[in-house]
């Protein structure tokens, strides 16, 4: 379950990501974020573990001196607002209701594009449909239409329980293993058999593209919003700090490989939305020869060209409930008492779900998306997580509680918390410039 909150929509945008920046410094940067994620995810697990113990405290519950209990499910915001008081659950809040509308925003776009291309490709071969690169209205009619398609399946399992679609969920993770595979497989058969489609310089470090690689690399890797639904379904709780690091290092396997044999192969032809490359796929010459489809070849575009479907029908509805949960936080009491909990959350869900659909409607470029939402995840990723794992230490001690968790370890130093930050303020600040340099300057 946990790999399912990883491998989302940012996988589809690492491709891209690391042809920006070029391989080595985005296989440099990716390795490095995937160390601090982990940190920071398991800083994650440790306030939640300390945030139970602390209000246990204050109901008398437990002495002073105990150790926190194993992790209880607590919400990202909630969490905040234990060690943070009202600014920090509100800070928490805004920008955790940015990111997640932000990937939403994504996961519509990427969604609906592929659907759009599917549709053409699959149905009407007389022309194709790419949305980034001068669609027929046609075209939009279809991506419209799509966007329309995913609100009516992905609204409702929106309003599920993470459990209720726990096979699901089993069922689409197997799929996304099936994919990466044949993303993978393709690719690196082209390379040996028919050489690369386009044979543009990659292997170098391109600067210039720091801010769209590390800001898309950092979404593709990014679970921490999500964590505490995502770990509910393990019942052996004090390996959720093995979770954490395994959900990680296999996200990195499946984007650095997939990530780096489609640039060497696609080279400046790779796409924002990297499955729309198979859509001239043909089998021939090692796979993007010149000449009629293969009929085998059409399986391979299909498993390929729904996988941003199949996936988003995953994670969209999982994105919405922790973006719902976290907004219900915020209702009064009076206000849930009345209309009862299961209707306030619903509700709830239901405005984290329309708005990104009606975005998607009007813009749908991915790498655009990736960089203004991966932005403000510098607040969740980083920001929020280290902040809170300091501030939460100093009212444990305040309090004679031990902060010491079991999750704890050598990473959980105040050294080692404040130098992840002081990382995270670091790569922040050069994003934006490099972000935002181009745009004065040009």
Known sequence: MTVNFIIGIGSFGVPYAIYAGGVGL????????????????????????????????????????????????MDYAAVAAVFGG???????????????????????????????????????????????????????????????????????????EVAEQWHLQMALTAYRFLAFAVMFVTCAVNLMIGGPVNSAPIWGFKISGFAVMFTSLAIAQTMHYNLASAVTPVRNKSRLRLVVVFAELTALFFNMAVGIVCVANFGARTEPLAVLNWATYTGRAGGWGAGATLWWAYIVQAIVAFFPVLNVMSNFPLVC????????????????????????????????ALPPLCLGFAFGRLDMIFTVTGLVGFALVYFLPCGIALASERLMRAAKLDPWTPYSGWYSHRLVVSAVLLFGVIAFIFSVVDAVAPQIFK
Request: with cysteine.
């Open 321 to 352: 409930i922790t973006l719902g949960n976290n907004t219900h936080t915020f209702l009064p009491q009076s206000v849930v008492a009345r209309f009862g909990s299961r209707g306030t959350h619903a509700v709830c869900r239901l405005l984290a």
């Open 86 to 160: 009202k600014w920090g659950q509100a800070l928490a809040q805004i920008a955790l209701a940015l990111y997640c509308y932000g990937i939403l925003w994504a996961y519509v776009a990427s969604c609906a594009s592929a659907l759009a291309s599917a549709s053409f490709q699959f149905f009407i071969r007389s022309e194709t449909c790419d949305i980034y690169n001068q669609p027929s209205g046609d075209c939009w009619f279809a991506y419209y239409c799509s966007v329309l398609a995913l609100a009516v399946v992905g609204i409702p399992l929106a309003l599920l």
């Open 26 to 73: 985005s296989s440099l940067t990716l390795c490095v974020c995937v160390g601090m994620l982990i940190a920071t995810g398991i800083y994650v697990l440790e306030v939640m573990s300390r945030a139970t113990a602390y209000l246990e405290y204050g109901a008398r519950n437990i002495q002073a001196g105990d150790t926190p209990k194993q992790y209880v499910k």
